[in-house]
């Protein structure tokens, strides 16, 4: 039998009428001749209160048990769906993590996938059992302890299971009806996606798309597991949604395919540092052990150096995310205390935005970033830091101007029309 994989994310399995619903979409693809493994997340909220009762009964708490706390949210929904498709007369039975086994690594609270065998599913498959109800965002560590993979998790653990299993396809529902040009509450023009590629996704999701864990993208793009997103709150069929997959799918053509932000950045330059072999990594070397998440670098000439000082120095800048300052700070001025390196200030600011634009069809399209940077100017849009890869030009700007210069881009990129 063909296998399809099903993940209903917290608002799809918000209470018993949204498991409801959910049971009769699988009971749908069980009536097409799938068997079905159906990965779920907690209901919308669990997880977040879970995590409060772990966080004010212990401040430093033992990670283990967060762990065997937060994940108990996917275990209620698990049963509860497999109960409901009994009900509905589908042999169906819940998997927790360890039963599985999900084989994870022992990083408590952020744990990675080792292994997920078949065996155990194959056979309950064999027996007759046609649907798999699988809690996500769990699984077990080589010493026998629960993990969880991270917030948003389960995703990831759909996509896992999609490629363990070759599944024909791996349907994400959830409360969007699909992937976005851009978020339709910055503009209304905003237009769904049918099809995008595993490398824009991606980029889409690393940059604040919020739409999918951007681990779980990572995995699909490796094992070339096609990815759907689409709403659990509308009739759907093989046609919804938006499916994520390989370029070569891809007939749409545009040079960009979204604009993505995130509101929430810091741009710190430090002012005059000396100018030598190793002054990178003796800044970056600190920021990444205090667990700050550098983005945007850049480096260049310090206006400071004057014609007497013989020594060469430079401002070094990068953007962080704006609740990291308070961290990324200390750590500069221990590093400075420390002797690792000099600097004549440390100039944060706190009130600036990302933007960026993706799309493949940059690979061979010249005149993006010329455009990209026009129509900002056009809106007296001042860029601040600036930031290309192969498929993506990213824009550091004051935040107030951050829905304007995304409505900007949206019709420069023309993304409204298909
Ligand atoms: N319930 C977990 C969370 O809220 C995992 C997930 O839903 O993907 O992060
Ligand atoms: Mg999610």
Redesign the pocket.
Known sequence: MPVLVMKF??TSVADLARIENAAKKIQSEVARGYDVIVIV??MSG???ELIGWVETTSKLYDAREYDAV?AS??NVTAGLLALRLQVMGIPARSWQGWQVPINTTSAHGSARFVAIPRANIVQKFGEGFKVAVVA??QGVSPEGRIT??????????AVAFAAAFDAERCDIYTDVDGVYTTDPRITDKARKLDRIAYEEMLELASLGAKVL?TRSVELAMRYKVRLRVLSSFEDTDENSGTLVCDEDEIMESKVVSGVAYSRDEAKMTLVKVEDRPGIAAAIFGPLADAGVNVDMIVQNISELDSPTDKRAHTDMTFSCPVNQTARAQKAMEDARAAGLFTYASLVVDTDVAKVSVVGIGMRSHAGVAAKMFASLAAENVNIKVIATSEIKISVLIDRKYMELAVQALHDAFDLEKA
């Open positions: 994310g917290g997340s907690a669990k997880t977040n937060v949210g996917e996500g965002f969880t993979l991270g917030r948003g998790g389960s995703d990831t653990t864990q």
